[in-house]
């Protein structure tokens, strides 16, 4: 079973996990000088997270489909999500053995991944606030 | 042997439990002298009828090429000779559009690192059509290829066998990687004849590229398997015994098999456990300066390992016992020796130990922290087994200068 029940609670979570990020001046600074338009393509359930900083100024998330031609694509399940955020996914063993896809530059989105490690502590607490679930970090 | 350093872990009720791995070889692997010319064979046996033929023009005239050819009749194939030192985008385009209008159903590559991963991408292009840039990235592809046969000229690569390709897009000033288990070649032919006429100083620089390979992916962060461990420490043994020869003597074709046997073992390592901080700095300073990567790694590789030292001294301790080059009972000593046995080496080849021999300039600190950062995003620093920031990337590079 996943753990988030269907594409509306994924997208609820995960749009507050940006949200967070965002509101965060560190993270939000560095995500900006990426200038990057990251994509995230989840499956089981499906969901789709488009965060766009292509004018580094501003910091823009969008849930569902968006017009925007994304730099960079994450391709992953749902629960794979889950586990990155909670920081307990090994990226290279993940790609490695084919359970993320990354499309693009993919230098750009490794640039971005010890940028958003702080936020493997806020998201135990986003996601147990929506889903009611404990959370064993 | 000290267990503890290997891949087996012994559990609390005493029973030895492998780690979880998993471990890609798709590639059928065919060595001998004079394998080339089954070349022609292999296209039939994969079920096609026109090869596109991927090469350069120092090959051409070199004469390597004719093995290759003596097997194909009139018609089975299509030569294409255009792929630079340096290759780009618009080379795999140009091969992958000629391969097309002559109707060509699978590729096969004779070169080194340039050629073969021209044509792994070129085959990507020819399968799949469409803008390449949307097959850019990792796992990004979804569907088998058309089969590719690689023939490798040099001895270091590993290309051969490996799922990842580079190449430049100069318009945008970029490398390109792809990496999937679709773009590992059909069939490998080791043909150490074919390695004969590569010069000294390029047998050294690319023996040295298979060995960074080889201690890389032996210490990556999430190597582990059995398997890649075997496969190093063996390709390891035949660099180190005959990479001088080869060098010294390249018409020593049994150093020649031997390192480009151990160039293919090093390639299924590192193509199923990554490389590291070594890889990283070679391809940051490669793509803002030029040099050869093979060299760049040789004069990368003891301040990489040193850098790397605290982290893995037990597995490189592992090494150096099993290799020979210590008895010490302390890790870190006999880490160091492996250390010092990787210099040596280098040394003994004729390779420059420092970067200024590569014939890169001092560089100031705007510069140098561009560079750091370019390695700092390497997708290869991922699977070093120590974090490392950009002062840190700095120091080496510093270091190695």
């Known amino acids: 079973m996943s753990m988030f029940a269907n594409t509306e609670e994924l997208h609820r979570i995960m749009a507050e996990l940006w949200a967070a990020i965002k509101n965060d001046p560190d993270m939000s600074r560095k995500i900006k000088e990426s200038k990057l338009i990251v994509q995230f393509h989840y499956r089981d359930p499906n969901g789709l997270i488009t965060v766009d900083c292509s004018d580094g100024s501003s910091f823009n998330v969008y849930t569902g489909d968006s017009d925007l031609k994304p730099i960079v694509e994450m391709f992953m399940k749902a629960d794979v999500a889950h586990e990155f955020w909670l920081g307990k996914v090994s990226v290279p063993l993940a790609i490695l053995t084919g359970k993320m896809v990354a499309k693009g530059p993919v230098n750009k989105a490794l640039a971005l991944l010890p940028v958003l490690k702080p936020a493997f502590e806020i998201y135990p607490d986003i996601y147990k606030k929506r889903n009611g679930t404990k959370v064993s970090t | ?401």
């Open chain 2, 1 to 401: 042997m000290n267990i503890s350093t290997s891949t087996i872990s012994q559990t609390v009720s005493g029973a030895f439990k492998m780690n979880p791995f998993v471990f890609h070889c798709p590639t059928k692997i065919t060595f001998g002298e004079h394998t080339a010319a089954t070349a022609a064979d292999l296209v039939k046996d994969l079920g096609c009828r026109k090869a596109l033929l991927v090469t350069d023009q120092v090959l051409v005239k070199s004469g390597v090429l004719q093995s290759v050819l003596s097997g194909f009749k009139e018609g089975e194939y299509l030569l294409y000779t255009d792929v630079p030192p340096d290759s780009d985008v618009d080379c795999v385009n140009s091969a992958a559009r000629a391969a097309r209008e002559a109707g060509c159903d699978c590729v096969v590559a004779v070169g080194g690192g340039s050629v073969l991963d021209t044509a792994k991408v070129a085959n990507i292009c020819l399968s799949l059509g469409g803008d390449l840039l949307e097959y850019e990235g990792l796992n990004n592809l979804s569907e088998k290829l058309r089969p590719l046969i690689a023939i490798p000229t040099t001895a270091g690569t590993g290309s051969e066998v490996s799922m990842v390709a580079m190449v430049k897009d100069h318009t945008e000033g970029k490398k390109l990687l792809f990496g999937s288990r679709f773009l590992a070649p059909d069939a490998a032919i080791l043909d150490p004849i074919l390695t004969v006429s590569l010069p000294p100083k390029l047998t050294a620089a690319t023996g040295l590229d298979a060995l960074t390979h080889n201690i890389e992916s032996f210490t990556a962060v999430i190597s582990n398997s059995v398997f890649t461990d075997s496969l190093c420490l063996e390709s390891m043994r035949l660099l180190f015994e005959h990479l001088p020869r080869a060098t010294a003597y390249g018409e020593d074709l049994e150093a020649r098999a031997a390192t480009l046997i151990a160039s293919t073992m090093a390639g299924l390592a590192f193509t199923n456990s990554g490389v590291g901080i070594v890889h990283a700095l070679a391809h940051a300073t490669g793509a803002k300066y030029g040099t050869h990567h093979g060299l760049t790694n040789s004069v990368f590789l003891p301040h990489g390992m040193h850098f790397n030292l605290d982290a893995v001294a037990a597995r490189y301790a592992y090494l150096a016992r099993r290799l020979g080059f210590s008895t010490a009972a302390g890790d870190d000593e006999a880490a160091k020796e492996l250390i010092e046995a990787v210099k040596q080496l280098s040394a003994r080849v004729g390779l420059p130990s420092r970067l200024r021999d590569l014939g890169l300039p001092e560089l100031k600190d705007g510069q140098l922290d561009e560079l750091a950062f370019l390695a700092s995003t390497d997708p290869a620093i991922m699977f070093n087994p120590k974090e490392s920031s950009i002062d840190d990337i700095i120091a080496i590079y510093e270091r190695a200068y």
